[in-house]
C-alpha cells in the first residue's frame, strides 16, 4: 500500500478545527429531559393525524418546493412567497445561509456563548467565526459586535431571545445596531424561541425586516410548534437572499411529513399557544422560586432559564441528574434548564435549593 493510500482520504482541514455538535443528553425513562429546549407536550391530535396520513406516500420523493407551507407562511405574515425559504430545522435554514453568503477568509460575527450550531457551521463554509463576548448582564453586546465588522464580515447572527441566556435585545438597540451594519452584511435575526417571548420592547424580526434588504429571519417548528423530529424551520428574507437559499438547500429536505404537520400546526395555532402560554406561567413560577431562593437571574424570555454557574455547574448538573432531571450544562460556565413538565421543574428547584444550601 502506497504512503498516500494509507493515509486515506484527504479531508478538509477546516474540520479539525470544529467540535462536534452537542444535542442535549437524552433522559432515562424515569427522569425529565430539560437539556434540548424541546416542547414537553405531545404532538397535536390533528397534527398527528396530518402527519400519519402522509406517512402513507413515503415512497414518493417530497414537494420540493414546499409550496404549501410557503404559501401558508406567506399570508400567515403578510410577506411575498418569495421570500419565504424552508429548509430542515432553522439550523438547516442557517446552514444554506452560510453557503450563500461566507467561504474560506470570510468571517462571521455572533455573540458568545450563543447558540453553539453557530461557530460549527460557520466552519464548515470554511467562514472563520468572530465570537463576541456577552455582556456581564448575559446579553448580546452590539457595540462590541459593531466594532468587529471587518472588510471580510459578510453575515451576523443575531440570536433574539439568546440561547443559552433567553436575554432578549429592545427594539431601539437593534434597530440602531442595524442602522450601523454596512448593507452588504447579511444580519440573520434568529428567532427560534419568539413565541416565548412577553417583553412588549422586543421587535419582532418580520417587521424590523421589512424595510432592510440585508436583514433576514430565522424561525422554526421545534419548539412553540413541537415538531422539532420533524426538522422544519425557515427564512423570512427579501427575493436575493430567499432565492439563494433555494439553491443553497439540501434538495427534498423538508419531507411530506414535515410541509403536512407544519401546516396543520399553523392553522391549531391557537391551540398551541395555549400550551405556549402555560409554558411562559411555568417559566414565570421557576424563575420567580429561583430568585426566592437566592439565585440572580436574567430575566429569560425563552423556554429555558440560566444558571451561571462557573466552577460548579458540572457538579450541579450531575445533581440534578442524580435526582431525576437531565439539564444542559456548558462546562465552566453554566446550565441551561428547559422549562418542560411541571413535575420535572419541581425536582429541578428542589435539586437547585439544595444546592445552594450547600453553598
Ligand atoms: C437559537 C436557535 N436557533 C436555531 C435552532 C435550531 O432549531 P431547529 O433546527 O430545530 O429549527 C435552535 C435549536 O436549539 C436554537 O436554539
Avoid at 213 to 228: D, E, H, I, M
Wanted: with cysteine.
Amino acid at each position: 500500500m502506497s504512503g498516500t493510500a494509507a493515509q486515506g482520504p484527504r479531508l478538509r482541514p477546516t474540520l479539525d478545527s470544529i467540535p462536534t455538535y452537542k444535542p442535549g443528553k437524552p433522559a432515562s425513562a424515569d427522569s425529565y429531559k430539560l437539556s434540548s429546549n424541546e416542547n414537553p407536550y405531545e404532538p397535536l391530535p390533528g397534527v398527528l393525524e396530518a402527519a400519519i396520513t402522509a406517512a402513507g406516500s413515503f415512497n414518493r420523493y417530497p414537494d420540493m418546493a414546499v409550496s404549501e407551507l410557503s404559501a401558508e407562511l406567506a399570508a400567515r405574515f403578510g410577506v411575498p412567497v418569495e421570500h419565504i425559504a424552508t429548509g430542515t430545522g432553522s439550523v438547516g435554514v442557517a446552514q444554506s445561509l452560510l453557503l450563500a453568503t461566507a467561504g474560506p477568509g470570510d468571517e462571521v460575527i455572533f455573540a458568545w456563548r450563543s447558540f453553539e450550531a453557530y461557530p460549527i457551521i460557520t466552519r464548515i463554509a470554511g467562514a472563520t467565526p468572530v465570537p463576541v463576548p456577552l455582556t456581564a448582564g448575559e446579553a448580546h453586546d452590539l457595540d462590541a459586535m459593531l466594532a468587529a465588522i471587518t472588510e471580510r464580515t459578510r453575515l451576523i447572527f443575531v440570536c433574539n431571545p439568546n440561547n443559552p441566556t433567553g436575554v432578549a435585545i429592545h427594539r431601539a438597540e437593534l434597530e440602531r445596531f442595524l442602522d450601523a451594519v454596512p448593507a452588504d452584511v447579511l444580519v440573520v435575526v434568529d428567532e427560534a424561541y419568539r413565541e416565548f417571548l412577553r417583553d412588549e420592547q422586543v421587535p419582532d424580526g418580520v417587521d424590523v425586516y421589512r424595510d432592510r434588504p440585508n436583514v433576514c429571519v430565522l424561525r422554526t417548528f421545534s419548539k412553540a410548534y413541537g415538531l422539532a423530529g420533524l426538522r422544519v424551520g425557515f427564512a423570512i428574507a427579501h427575493e436575493p437572499v430567499a432565492t439563494a437559499l433555494r439553491k443553497t438547500a439540501v434538495p427534498f429536505g423538508v419531507s411530506r411529513l414535515a410541509q403536512d404537520a407544519a401546516v396543520a400546526s399553523l392553522r391549531a395555532e391557537d391551540a398551541l399557544m395555549v400550551r405556549v402560554e402555560a409554558l411562559v406561567e411555568e417559566r414565570t413560577r421557576v424563575a420567580a422560586a429561583l430568585a426566592a431562593q437566592g439565585w440572580e437571574l436574567a430575566d429569560s424570555q425563552a423556554n429555558f432559564v440560566w444558571l451561571r454557574l462557573g466552577e460548579l455547574t458540572m457538579d450541579f448538573a450531575a445533581a440534578c441528574e442524580r435526582a431525576g432531571v437531565v439539564v444542559r450544562p456548558f462546562p465552566g460556565e453554566g446550565v441551561r434548564v428547559t422549562i418542560g413538565e411541571v413535575a420535572g421543574n419541581d425536582i429541578f428547584l428542589a435539586t437547585a435549593e439544595s444546592f445552594r444550601k450547600e453553598l
